[in-house]
Structures are given as structure tokens and as C-alpha cells.
């Protein structure tokens, strides 16, 4: 079974350069004392926050850098792009009324970067 993913959980860009934190805003389910996540917490800057540096020649900003640099690829800020839901969320848990988020939940960013849970911030609750 999946672990619930929960406020603060460890999130990992393929693209990014450091961790980042789930936040999750809209707080009515607890775990652990922690607020669950569903599958629509994916909003960038408020739900997904930076993965430090960016490597991806698909973020418009890197391919400058990186063309400035006469091709040596420099990596730039992160500012995740993120338009659409967290992938295969809880087919039989809910957190406000959608699927519950889950670690084996993943999402897209538009500069072709895959963002997993690294750590769901909790380990006693499994959900189905």
C-alpha cells in the first residue's frame, strides 16, 4: 500500500538541483497531526515550491544562459511549471472530496522535468 502524503513532504524534480517541500494550504484532513494532500495540490509557488536550480534545456531561461555561454550548460532558477494534477492519486481514499496524494503519485513540469515524493512526510498511514 501507498503512504499518505502529507504537509511538508520531500518532493525531487528530475531537472532540479535540491530537494523541495509539499505545502499543503487548504488544510482539513489530519495524519499524524499533519494536513493530508490530494492530487489537485499541485499549484506552483503556493503547493510545489523551487528545486533550487534548474538544468533543463527546455526552461526558455537555461537555454539563454546556456546559449550566452556559448553552449556550457548553466543551470538557472527554478520556477516550477506545473499545469497539471499529481498522476494516479488514492483510488479509494479522498482528502476533500478528490483522490488522496500518495508517494507513488507523480506530476509534470512544462520544462520536462518529472516530480516524485522523495519522503510523504509520515509513515504510519497507508491508503488505498
Known amino acids: 500500500m501507498a503512504k499518505l502524503v502529507v504537509n511538508a513532504a520531500m518532493l525531487k524534480c528530475s531537472e532540479g ?4 517541500t509539499l505545502m499543503v494550504v487548504n488544510p ?16 506552483p509557488m503556493v503547493n510545489i ?10 526552461n526558455p531561461t537555461v537555454a539563454s544562459a546556456t546559449s550566452a555561454a556559448m553552449g556550457v550548460l548553466t543551470p538557472m532558477p527554478c520556477i516550477p511549471a506545473v499545469v ?9 481514499t479522498q482528502v476533500r472530496f478528490l483522490p ?12 520536462a ?15 488505498g
Do not use: R
Not at 497539471?84 to 479509494?92: E, I, R
Not at 522535468?113 to 491508503?127: A, H, K, L, R
Open 28 to 43: 482539513q484532513v489530519t495524519a499524524g497531526m499533519m494536513n493530508a494532500a490530494n492530487i489537485m495540490d499541485y499549484i
Open 17 to 20: 538541483l535540491a530537494p523541495s
Open 100 to 111: 488522496a496524494l500518495t508517494d507513488s503519485c507523480k506530476c509534470m513540469c512544462l520544462w
Open 113 to 127: 522535468g518529472q516530480i516524485e515524493v522523495t519522503n510523504p512526510g509520515q509513515q504510519s498511514v497507508e491508503v
Open 49 to 58: 515550491l523551487p528545486f533550487g536550480m534548474c538544468k533543463s534545456m527546455a
Open 84 to 92: 497539471a494534477p499529481w498522476s494516479s492519486g488514492a483510488s479509494k
